[in-house]
Every structure is written in C-alpha cells, then in structure tokens.
C-alpha cells in the first residue's frame, strides 16, 4: 500500500462525536491504513480543533507520531488528571499499555500516525468519568471495520 499522509482527503474517514451532554466536545476521525496477520495495525487519527477522543485505556504497545497541529494528551490516575503532554509535529512516542488517557487537539486539530501491536488481539477499552470500562476494541471487530471500509472505496 502506497498513501500520502499529508494528503489525506481521500482516505474514508468515520467519525466519533458525542452529544452536547457530554462532559468533554468529543470531535475526532479514524482511519484504518493497515492490520497484517501479525496484528500490527496502522490507523490515522485526526482531532477537530480543541475536541477530545473518548477516555480510554490502551491494551496494547502503541507508538505515534504527530505529523500536523498539536496533540493534548490528559493522563488521569483515580479519576483525577495528572498530568498533560504536549506532542508538536515530528514528536514520537512509544506507550506501553495500561494508562488512562484523553487527547486532544490544539487550536488547529491534530493529525497523528498511530502504531499498535496486539499479539492477544486486544487493542483498547473507551472508559467511563470513573475509570469503568464501557466497552472493548478488539483486533477482529477492527478487522471487520477495515474489510467494510476498503469495499466503500
């Protein structure tokens, strides 16, 4: 497979959005650009400006790496925000599973390569306010999405 990533209009993207009663403006779109049989997975996100993704918890190592705006990554410990990382454009990181987390985009949003390795095909759990998993993200549901999303295109 052969994409620009700095051109990506003409990727299929899914949105995530919550309802105004929603304690955070979640704004933010998907894309999956690969899982191979080894189950790694390369997916693409972007934030709208100043929205969230959902709270959660990554299962599994995950690297990033931001290629436009700012990420705002919120990692919480009991409920509580502890701390607040902010990943510029060519800034990398590599996670390894377990922290409960929120990102955002800066003031023009964020683009950002993701990398995950999910050998027991768990990937990751959208958390609820208290830290109480509301459900699971797994390799195969991620599979099924990716097959119904390349017939689209």
Not at 30 to 51: A, K, N
Request: net charge negative.
């Amino acid at each position: 497979m052969k994409e620009n990533l700095l051109r990506h209009e003409n990727l299929t993207w899914a949105h995530y959005s919550e309802d105004a009663d929603h304690p955070f403006p979640v704004s933010y779109w998907g894309t999956i650009l690969d899982i191979d049989d080894m189950v790694h997975i390369s997916v693409l996100y972007r934030w709208d400006p100043e929205h969230f993704c959902h709270f959660h918890r990554h299962l599994c190592a995950t690297t990033s790496l931001v290629l436009e705006g700012e990420l705002h990554v919120k990692t919480f410990e009991n409920g509580e925000l502890v701390d607040t990382t902010i990943r510029r454009v060519g800034d990398y990181a590599k996670k390894p599973p377990g922290d409960m987390h929120m990102e955002q985009g800066g003031p023009d949003g964020a683009l950002v390569l993701f990398e995950l390795y999910a050998p027991d095909g768990q990937l990751t759990e959208q958390l609820d306010k208290k830290g109480n998993t509301l459900r699971t993200l797994t390799t195969d549901q991620l599979r099924r999405f990716f097959k119904k999303q390349r017939a689209a295109a």
